[in-house]
């Protein structure tokens, strides 16, 4: 993946938007909604990460890379960065981040990193082969084009990437830290995929949320994303921000439609001052009230529909012609801490201050401050603070919501051949609750299958957690956020 080496591929033109008729693939119904929205995960994974204990231990981490090894078939890697620095708050920001204009933090940060990353080349030598890689944040373009092109050689010195054309190689980008130059750089240095965040383009939003970001800037960053030929260009968008309403977010929406991006991404603002300092800043009474944001999904849903992009769940849009779409209709689409995936289900090594890897049948997390994480790298230690190792009862679950997480439908037969249950006896009380959701028009059954209706797509995260085995031992859901 080296700059000397990598083949820029030309993008497809975009048949298959054309090819493929506009079908509806989510539906909107406010009352339903409105009956059964109700704090619950995200599930990106199961189980989820406030089932982690600080008893899961570097060594249960060294014994999940160690069946790997014995496991035999040695699938590609996935790899995920956490850079957590950014320059200024976005008062909504739930995510692990320092905020500080001091770039001498970033040199020590990423010299800790590269160690972490070769300790970690080191467990998978023969086996590091990466076929998708995420760099998240915080701003991952805090680091400068000059860091930054230093750690990607650091990275291909101790893993081996798939070629250009098959690999999925992503970055989020804050557009106000980059310039065209800079984009150039990034596709140079191995990145094919990259993530905006725009939030919304009302200027009155952007104050009342710390975060102001010029259209002009914005769609400067996304036309050099389509010069430079990465292969995808994706819009994060939240509805549910202080001062937004209808007809400001559909001023947005068309703003960001007519930029024409590959992916949309709608998410939801979960308001948690109790959890997230940075929220204490937003007056709440500027919130925009339930109906005004259910009207505001609704609306998304409605003029991206018409735009011709899919829904391929939770929160993601995609056109037809994009990755996500196309392995969705293939039946080989994966959700992991990143969102969804169009690679199959691949142990993900996660480097930096709070990142979590998935490796084998265990989850672990790293520690979340700068001081333990370079202490520990310092006793030559990975940064581990927490995990789980998955039971075979995990196991099962997992398969389960994961699938219907990303396809909308569940094979009963296919789980009865991977574990040895019978299906309907082993979750009796979870189809009876699911019997439930099916009368209210979430869902149907029959011997064999589950299927999600275009009604319960959107609350495909109820449906999920039938299934979670947790839920029912823990005192409360405080730490979620709404399922719609």
């Known amino acids: 993946m080296a700059a000397s080496e990598m083949q820029i591929s030309t993008p497809v033109p975009d048949l298959i938007h054309t090819l493929i ?44 890379v160690a069946s790997v090894r014995t496991r035999g078939g040695m699938p590609p890697l996935s790899l995920y960065l956490h850079v957590p620095f950014c320059d200024t708050v976005c008062y909504y920001c739930a995510c692990n981040k320092i905020v500080t204009k001091d770039r001498s933090k970033a ?26 890689l995420h760099f998240g944040g915080g701003t991952p373009t805090y680091f400068s084009d000059t860091q930054m092109r230093d750690l990607m050689t ?24 980059v310039s065209r130059e800079r984009m150039h750089a990034l596709r140079n240095q191995g990145f094919n995929r990259v993530s905006l965040g725009v939030q919304d383009f009302d200027p009155a939003v952007q104050k009342a949320v710390n975060r102001i970001q010029p259209k002009s800037q914005t769609l400067a960053i996304i036309d050099a994303a389509r010069t430079a030929q990465f292969r995808s260009v994706s819009v994060d968008l939240i509805y549910g921000l ?26 939801n603002y979960a308001h948690m001052p109790h959890l997230f300092k940075s929220q204490r800043r937003i007056a709440e009474r500027d919130l925009p009230n339930t109906p005004t944001k259910l009207a505001m999904l609704a609306l998304c849903i409605e003029k991206l529909a018409q735009a011709g992009y899919t829904y391929v769940g939770m929160d993601h849009f ?30 993900l090594v ?12 265990t989850y672990s997390q790293n520690v979340k401050t700068l001081d333990a994480y370079y202490d520990h790298l310092d006793k030559n230690e990975l940064p581990i603070a927490r995990g789980i190792k998955l039971t075979m009862e995990d196991g099962l679950r997992r398969l389960i919501i994961q699938m219907l997480m990303c396809n909308f439908e569940l094979s009963m037969n296919s789980i009865e051949v ?15 609750k699911l019997s439930e959701m099916e009368a209210d028009g979430l869902l149907t059954m029959d011997a064999e299958w589950i299927n999600v209706t275009l009604k319960g797509r959107l609350l495909i995260r109820n449906i999920c957690m039938v299934f979670d085995r947790y839920l029912n031992t823990q005192q409360g859901l405080a ?4 399922t719609i």
């Open 21 to 64: 008729p506009i079908v509806p693939s989510v539906e909107f119904d406010a009352q339903l909604i409105g009956k059964l929205n109700q704090l619950g995960p995200r599930y990106t994974s199961y189980p989820t990460a406030d089932r982690f204990s600080e008893s899961f231990s570097y060594r249960d981490y060294l014994l999940g």
């Open 107 to 132: 040199v020590t940060y990423l010299g800790y990193l590269k160690r972490e990353i070769e300790m970690q080349g080191n467990l998978f030598s023969g086996m590091n082969q990466v076929e998708q």
């Open 154 to 177: 650091h990275l291909q010195r101790w893993f081996a990437f798939a070629p250009d054309n098959v690999g999925e190689y992503s970055i989020e980008i804050d557009p106000r830290t």
């Open 242 to 267: 202080p001062l937004q309403s209808v007809a400001s977010m559909e001023r947005t929406l068309h703003k960001v439609i007519a930029a024409d991006p590959d992916r949309i991404a709608f998410y």
């Open 318 to 347: 995609a056109k037809p012609s994009d990755d996500l779409a196309l392995a969705q209709r293939q039946g080989r689409l994966h959700r992991n801490f990143q969102g969804y995936s169009a690679h199959a289900d691949a142990d």
């Open 350 to 361: 996660a480097c930096g201050v709070s990142a979590i890897s998935s490796v084998a049948a």
């Open 418 to 432: 991977a574990f040895p249950i019978t299906f309907s006896s082993y979750f009796e009380q979870e189809l009876e």
């Open 479 to 482: 730490r979620y956020s709404k």
